[in-house]
């Protein structure tokens, strides 16, 4: 052997050695400094109680709170949603329903060109009750076609009234939402 490979053998045990060394110092050194550390946020957290209770147990009592709004606050991380628009085919029956009437006799609202909903006036009584232009929930009714409006596709829908009675064959548009 050369006295370069003794050297070299000597330096990397010699290295080895001081690795081993070190690194049990500094888990040992990181332990006593934690200790130090908590004892001393100890000592000060009794040092604050005997001198100021009021802000002692104020402190205590707002983590207590902040540890319950984290514990029961987060929720399951979902949002809320609300009704969802199904894929209407154009010549399929479906059922009128309003998605956000809670009230059994709710009436869905039928006007005669598609995008007049939101100005129709119908604050007169003859407006709510005559021209097929109010038909209960649960009416039968055939998808005939779609516009656009607002940048929303197929945001209204021309329908063919199925229910007997005096409008069935009747043609007219309402929101596609309620389309169900």
């Known amino acids: 052997m050369s ?32 200790k130090k550390m908590t004892g001393g946020f100890l000592s000060s957290a009794l040092k604050l109680k005997e001198e100021k209770p009021k802000v ?12 319950g709004i984290i514990m029961f606050g987060g929720g399951s991380g979902s949002s809320v949603s609300g009704p969802v628009m199904k894929n209407l085919v154009i010549g399929q029956k479906y059922v ?15 006007v005669a060109v598609p995008g007049t909903i939101a100005a129709y006036d119908d604050t ?38 199925e ?5 069935q064959g009747k043609t007219a548009w309402t929101n596609s939402m309620n389309v169900q």
């Open 124 to 161: 007169e009584e003859d407006d709510r009750v005559g021209g097929c232009k109010h038909m209960p929930a649960g009416t039968s009714v055939t998808v005939l076609g779609f516009q656009d409006a607002f940048g929303k596709k197929n945001a209204f829908v021309n329908v063919k009234i």
């Open 96 to 110: 009128l329903q309003g998605p956000n009437a809670y009230d059994k006799d709710s009436t869905i609202r039928l």
């Open 56 to 67: 002692f147990y104020g402190a205590v009592g707002g983590v207590v709170v902040l540890l």
């Open 3 to 34: 006295s370069e490979d003794n050297n070299n053998q000597a330096s990397e045990s010699a290295q080895e050695t001081v690795e081993k060394e070190i690194a049990p110092k500094n888990s040992e050194d990181k332990a006593e400094s934690f």
């Open 163 to 167: 229910a007997e009675g005096e409008c």
